[in-house]
């Protein structure tokens, strides 16, 4: 290896906080002892999925709980281990994990299923990714399966969020229909919303028999556990004592979110390398919780349109400037044109205004529900934020036309004085 000296003065060579930064990835799958508070799920989903170390058919699962505790971590990991032991028995299993929230379309899915489980040198068929009708990629999927596997697990992560749920039906009852005939499928569907089955067409629910399970949100107690347990991400002595307990408490205060304690821990890490700091700090922590709630709601309405973005930050205006929490659509709109004519935004009907309202309830963005006004009156919906409002304010603004907004508050607030 050559020396710093010789290297591109350009970059830094060396990490003075991170041991290791891929133990607090998302997508890193920790081992067994490093799965906190999560036995008697993970036995549960091993008993679902045990046929499969013999070649035989697992129970399709439906796991259900809020975000961060534990039900993508646990699937993948047992199914894991799963791969594994039937390995040791001459059984090929497979599993592909498919995230709902990018590939929601029936084609999408089956394709991606299919190009995960394929192996092209042994099958000799190809998946290619555009061309092919859903039909083509329903019979290149079973050739794949039956070529490259034994058993298929096909794990569905925010399963609510697929278009349609045709897809559940032909893959439950693949192997009945002798759509396969020399491997089985099981399915784990992922959902953050327990009435999801209310929700599947009467087909899917007469043919897809599956078992169910709830995730209950980790303690903060539990959420220190899992922290100490990745601390090695960082080298010796450099996270201060009060780190872990600050950062398990600010993730805790909601509902006991691990993948949100994991990214506040990572940026503060960050941060702190950032800043040049030779040690992590409790200050790290509390900017960091910022940075990560502005992240992941940032993430949640990126490649939304703008007029979207005016319907959320009217709802986020009346947010702050009341002390009540919901807001029924008629309020919202006449907040939002409001803010439309001084963006000059073409003003939508109210009608479409409620179809976005219930858009973003859909995506977790915010949350609606429906409220009777009284006997022979209707109903009507009302909204509320989910995430802080001064963060959703933050990230809204960054978009350009919005950003005009805040120019004009500031212009405003100067006129004023």
């Known amino acids: 290896m050559s020396s710093n000296d010789d290297r591109d003065p350009l970059f830094r060579y060396d990490d003075p906080i991170f041991a290791d930064e891929r133990l607090l990835e998302i997508t890193h799958l920790p081992g067994p002892d490093r799965i906190v508070g999560r036995d008697e799920q993970m036995q549960r989903v091993a008993d679902a999925l045990n046929p499969a170390v013999f070649g035989s058919e697992p129970n399709h699962l439906f796991i259900f709980g809020k975000t961060g505790t534990g039900k993508s971590l646990i699937s993948r990991s047992v199914t894991q281990r799963v791969i594994t032991e039937a390995e040791r028995d001459g059984v090929t299993v497979k599993y592909a994990f498919i995230d709902c929230g990018e590939q929601n379309t029936e084609a999408s899915v089956v394709k991606t299923i299919a190009q995960i489980i394929n192996e092209p040198d042994n099958s000799g068929i190809t998946v290619p990714d555009r061309g092919l009708g859903t039909g083509d990629y329903y019979k290149r999927l079973w050739q794949t399966i039956d070529h490259c596997t034994d058993v298929t697990i096909v794990i569905l992560d925010e399963i609510d969020m ?23 499928i099981g399915i784990v569907g992922i959902s953050n919303k327990i009435d999801f089955p209310d929700h599947l067409s009467e087909r899917v629910k007469s043919s897809l028999s599956r078992d169910e399970l709830v995730f209950s949100p980790y303690d903060a107690n539990q959420l220190i556990e899992i922290l100490e347990k990745r601390q090695d991400a960082f080298h010796d002595s450099v996270l201060e004592d009060d780190v872990i307990p600050l950062t398990s408490a600010l993730a805790a205060q909601e509902h006991g979110d691990a993948r949100k304690a994991i990214d506040i821990l990572r940026n503060a890490g960050r941060l702190a390398k950032k800043q040049n700091d030779a040690r992590v700090t409790a200050e790290n922590v509390r900017e960091a919780k910022e940075k990560t709630e502005a992240d992941r709601f940032n993430e949640l309405i990126e490649g939304s349109p703008q007029q979207a973005k005016a319907i959320l930050y009217a709802l986020t205006v009346l947010t702050q400037n009341s002390s009540q929490k919901e807001f029924p659509t008629k309020i919202i709109y006449n907040q939002y044109k409001e803010l439309a004519r001084r963006l000059d935004f073409d003003i939508l009907s109210e009608r479409r205004v409620q179809e976005i309202l219930q858009e973003q309830n859909f995506l977790n963005v915010i949350q609606s529900e429906r409220t009777g006004r009284g006997r022979g009156r209707g109903a009507h919906a009302k909204h509320r934020l989910l995430e802080n409002p001064s963060i959703v304010e933050k990230v809204l603004l960054r978009d350009s036309r919005l950003a005009l907004l805040d120019e004009n508050a500031d212009t405003e607030t100067s006129s004023g004085r």
Do not use: F, H, P, Q
């Open 162 to 184: 697929l278009e349609d749920d045709e897809i559940l039906r032909k893959l439950s009852r693949a192997g009945e229909n002798r759509r396969i005939s020399d491997a089985a």
